[in-house]
């Protein structure tokens, strides 16, 4: 029993290396229902940028600083050792164990080529030779490597002709999607209006949740942008949040953001830069007297985060003026709001 947990423990701290500032971290669970479990503490663990993925087992972290990356490994290591059948069991740092421009990393890229099948290919051609058979969508030539065969073959020639392709798709699911009806799929047409696509994209992801946007219930999920391998979120590119589905403003801020990203080349860093989110500092702060339903009152109300004044705030229908308070004195002292607190009377 001890040499089990001797080397359970050094698997768990072989884990917590992988976990480093900047460099995007997947965490795969057993089970969707433990997924959603976690989901909200993961979105909210700061500097950490946790993001749903859309399989309905995976979240991805992007620590921001060292601070981040110890409380990422803090979720880790307590997940891990949870429980073996519930607890995250996997770190898929995006292929980050070959280089992208080798064999291995060409290959290790594409669904069900694994490491194995790749290192044996390796063996036997080099990045040049492979990527000409890509290029020319040679699979024959390719089936012939060892480890590849025709299956494989085919599906690497797909991957990369998708690579290629200009499609852009806006995905959203439901967190719990594997239980609850099928994604919401939108190809964008990159020359048409990227606003009124974005909305209608919304109009249909509402269906995957509550339709009420101030229930406690499970909201839609969210919105990510894919390429036409449709198996990952296109990287650096933003994500319509949970609840912000609901409001038209934040609807046009996403639409302003993919048309940044995907027609000017806009690359965009850092989860203040990717999401387009509301409510911030209630994710950030305990704050007393407050609960969910003054919290959805808010976010409701169409007010951006700058604007959590007292003045604004007791105007909502339900907000008392100690909430109101209380809100827009935490609001002030948040830097990145920067919202003015007003005593009133």
């Known amino acids: 029993m001890l040499e089990s947990d001797f080397e359970e423990n050094v698997f768990r701290r072989r884990l917590m290396k992988e976990v480093a500032a900047g460099v995007p971290v997947h965490f795969s669970f057993y089970s969707p229902t433990v997924k959603v479990q976690v989901q909200a503490e993961a979105e909210h663990l700061l500097g950490a940028n946790g993001r749903y993925v859309g399989n309905g087992v995976t979240i991805e972290f992007v620590p921001e600083n060292s601070a981040a990356v110890e409380r990422v490994r803090e979720f880790v290591w307590r997940w891990e050792e949870h429980s073996a059948f519930t607890g995250v069991r996997k770190i898929n740092h995006l292929r980050r164990g070959a280089d992208p421009k080798s064999v291995q990393g060409i290959l290790e890229l594409v669904r069900g080529v694994d490491k194995r099948a790749a290192a044996k290919a390796a063996e036997a051609t080099d990045p040049d030779e492979l ?41 959203a699911a439901n967190r719990n999607d594997r239980f609850r009806r099928a994604p919401v799929f939108t190809e964008l047409d990159l020359g048409g209006n990227l606003a009124e696509q974005a909305a209608d994209h919304a109009a249909r992801a509402q269906s995957l949740g509550d339709p009420d946007p101030l229930s406690p219930n499970e909201p839609p999920g969210h919105t990510t942008v894919r390429n036409a391998n449709m198996m990952h979120p296109v990287p650096m590119t933003p994500s319509l949040m949970g609840r912000g589905v609901y409001y038209p403003e934040q609807v046009a801020r996403f639409a302003d953001l993919l048309r940044r990203v995907l027609v000017e080349g806009e690359r965009l860093a850092g989860v203040r830069a990717l999401r387009v989110q509301r409510g ?12 969910q339903k003054t919290r959805a009152r808010v976010l409701a109300s169409g007010l951006l985060d700058s604007e959590y004044t007292y003045e604004n705030l007791v105007g909502i229908p339900g907000i008392t003026e100690a909430q109101a308070r209380t809100i827009a004195e935490a609001a002030a002292e948040w830097p990145k709001l920067g919202a003015k607190v007003v005593r009133g009377p």
């Open 131 to 171: 990527e000409e058979m890509i290029a020319s969508d040679d699979a024959k030539a390719l089936s012939r490597l060892p480890g590849i065969g025709d299956k494989r073959a085919r599906a690497v020639i797909e991957f990369y002709k998708n690579e290629r392709s200009p499609r852009r798709f806006l995905y």
């Open 280 to 291: 911030l500092i209630f994710q950030v702060n305990k704050l007393p007297g407050i609960g």
